[in-house]
Every structure is written in C-alpha cells, then in structure tokens.
C-alpha cells in the first residue's frame, strides 16, 4: 500500500469512526470497501477490529442508555449468522469476497433510503442480528439490518445499544475467523496502524456532536459509501 493510498484510508477511518459514534454506525460502511480496493487481504478482520475499540469508546461514554434486552434478542440472531460469514470468507476468492462489500453496501444504502422501517419485535430484532452476523462476519458491514430495525430509539439509546450489539458481536465474529485462521500478523499490524486514525473520530465526534445534522450526516455516509462501493466494482472489472 503506498503512502497515498494510506493516507486516504485513515481519514476513511477517521471519518467512519466519528460517524460510527455519532450515528451508531458507519465505521464498516465507508471503511470496508476502501479497505477491500487497495488490499482485500484485510476485510473484513482490519474493520472488526477498529469497530471493538470504537463500539467500546461508546459504551464507556453513553452505557447507560444500552437497552439490554433488545441487545440480547439481536446477538442471539447473531451467532448462526457469524458462523455462515466466516463461512464465506473461508470459501471466496478476494475479488467475489470484495464484489460482496461492494453489493452489501448498495443493497443496505438502498434500504435505507426507501425508508423501510419494521417494528422492533422480538421475530424482527433476531433476524436483523442474523443478517447482521452473516453480513458484519463475511464483509464487516453489519449496520444497515440494525440500523433499520433500531431506527426509532434515541439517540443515545440507539447509539449505546447499536455499539453493545456490535461490540459482542465483533468480538464473536473475531473468536470465529480466528478459529478458521483468518485472522493473521498482516491485518493486527495494519490495524494498530489504522488505530490512532479511529481514536481521532471518536475525540472529533463529542464536540461535533451538537454541530451536526444527524439526517444530513447519514445522508452522506450514504454517499460516500455508494461512491466507494461503486469504485471497488469497477475495480474489479478493469
């Protein structure tokens, strides 16, 4: 990876990480596929690893607002869908595993963006998890299916919720690509690399907070995220 090609990639992560903090996620859907068109080799461990130290800058800050119960019915979903991920990972080449960053993230923008929101029913909370684990464990973006399912707590309490949801389940997705030897020197080196660049965007996050416009935030993360999905499809076509 050249100088350049780094630089662009931690202030991806810079900015994914003050979003992930501002708006309970963001950090998997702009990084990954940045991450996945200069070195694939590195999705989805590097982005898991970043987001347990963002998800646990949160909680320390906004932990009491966590809403336990809904956490818990989500990470039950969870654990069949990481084990399917890491699944895939084992099984795709880097380019179809890098084609796959690239549809989630068009495919959860789209949702998104047609406004479907469910109720946060018991049924509906263990299927996002599950979608989530698959999604989160194979390609690291595992917000969107949460997000919408989640998208009308608070903000404090969707941001503290979100971060313990994905806090457990980052951990649990790790234990699992671990156990399937997915997880190497060369990504926990890039990762401490990438680190200081997540701690700038929770630092920015709290100031900022009161300055932003949290529908135009995610209107931009939206994206951003298209643009980069859009750039990593072409990438493997050319």
Known sequence: MSPPEFTLLFITVAIGALLQVSIGFGLGLLAAPVIAIFDPS???????????????????????????????????????GAVGGAALVAVLPARQLALLVAVVVLAGVAVSLRGFVPAPRRRSVLLAGLMSGLMGTATSIGGPPMAMVWQRLSGPRLRATMSGFFLAGSVMSLAILAATGAVHTYSLWHTALLAPAAAIGVLLARPLASRMDMRRTRGVAMVLAVASATVLVIQQFV
């Open 42 to 80: 590195l999705t989805p461990v590097v982005v898991l690893l970043l987001a347990t130290g963002v998800t646990t800058a949160v909680l320390v800050l906004e932990g009491g607002h966590l809403d336990l119960r809904g956490a818990g019915w989500a990470l039950a979903g969870r654990v069949p």
